[in-house]
């Protein structure tokens, strides 16, 4: 049994990441502020022995001497302890306010693997995002991780300060691993999705709450002419898991998960109305966002070469979950 100290446990990646490695006999220990998240993601593991959970914030350093102490009192009894970092002030609307994202994803990232090195933690997991690829976000096959950077400057847009704190992220993980302090990677998500997201901050259920409301969805202009892809987080969780079963990938590494099934965000309505049943979706265009990229596809050669990882759930299926979650 290995222990698994989670921080934002109850968001997108940290709740099935939780679920799964649950499943297969580990512990976890996580723990959430509840920032763009509630605990009913978790509700199904709260009293199960192997799952400890903390409403605590990763930026308040009395709480994180508390994990540590736990931590230094469960490791005992486990074989290996690993860290993974999934909080993250996430969402378009934050990614244009310097301090609401520099502080608990760059500060915060760097205080929990620090403590990760205290411990003597087996690895760390960093989850970064596909944003550093910034308006550079696809080309044929797909942006790979070693590709050049080309971001957005600063007098162009507020929102480059969020891309560019995930990549300092990134060079600290880096750095800790070349140093020989700990070993570990770094994961470039791209529109992760899940049939838990509570708030419709997200396209997929902002779609899929508005139709199911009112028959009609209110898009931005970018989206006449954006294309995504989409990742289905049972499918992130799995590659994270496949990346910390191959210890020849925890080199300081950074990872692209994504999927290759592009859509046009039109045609995403449209699939989502038909699986609600509605025939002709009302869609209006109103408003702007500056330093969209226009297609975002990343090349997940690099995982799938290293460790066999493969997405599972198509996004049609992945509409669906949602959908028959939203009628519970």
Not at 77 to 90: P, T
Request: hydrophobic share 35%.
């Amino acid at each position: 049994m290995n222990l698994y100290v989670i921080s934002g446990v109850t968001g997108m990646t940290g709740n099935e990441l939780a679920r799964q490695l649950i499943g297969d006999g580990h512990k976890i220990i996580g723990f959430d502020n509840f920032f763009a998240s509630s605990i009913s993601t978790v509700e199904d593991m709260l009293g199960n022995d192997k799952f400890v959970f903390h409403e605590f914030d990763l930026n308040s350093s009395e709480q994180m001497a508390q994990i540590q102490s736990e931590v230094k009192r469960e490791r005992i009894s486990c074989d290996k302890l690993i860290y993974i970092n999934c909080a993250a002030v996430v969402h378009t609307e934050h990614f244009y306010y310097v301090n609401r994202t520099f502080q608990t994803n760059v500060l915060g990232m760097c205080s929990f693997m620090e403590q990760a090195i205290d411990v003597k933690a087996d690895a760390y997991i960093n989850c970064s995002t596909s944003e550093v690829y910034s308006m550079n976000s696809w080309r044929e096959g797909g942006v790979k991780e070693d590709d050049y950077l080309t971001l957005a400057n600063a007098e162009h847009s507020q929102r480059t300060s969020y891309a560019v704190g995930k990549l300092m992220t990134e060079f600290f993980m880096r750095d800790a691993s070349l140093s020989g302090r700990i070993a570990g990677c770094s994961i470039r998500f791209a529109n992760v999705y899940s049939k838990n997201e509570l708030y419709p901050k997200h396209i997929i259920p902002h779609i899929i709450m508005s139709l199911a409301k009112t028959g009609k969805v209110e898009l931005l202009e970018n989206s006449r002419k954006n294309r995504r892809t989409f990742l289905h987080n049972y499918d992130s969780c799995a590659a994270v898991i496949a990346l910390m079963d191959t210890p020849s990938a925890l080199d300081g590494s950074v990872y692209n998960v994504g999927t290759e099934e592009e859509i046009t965000i039109i045609d995403l309505v449209k699939l989502c109305a038909d699986k609600l049943g509605i025939s002709d979706p009302e869609i209006i265009f109103n408003g702007y966002r500056a330093s969209d990229p226009e297609r975002r596809l990343l090349s997940t050669e690099k995982l799938q070469n290293r460790t066999g990882w493969k997405p599972q759930i198509t996004l049609e299926k992945g509409i669906e979950m949602c959908i028959e979650e939203l009628k519970k």
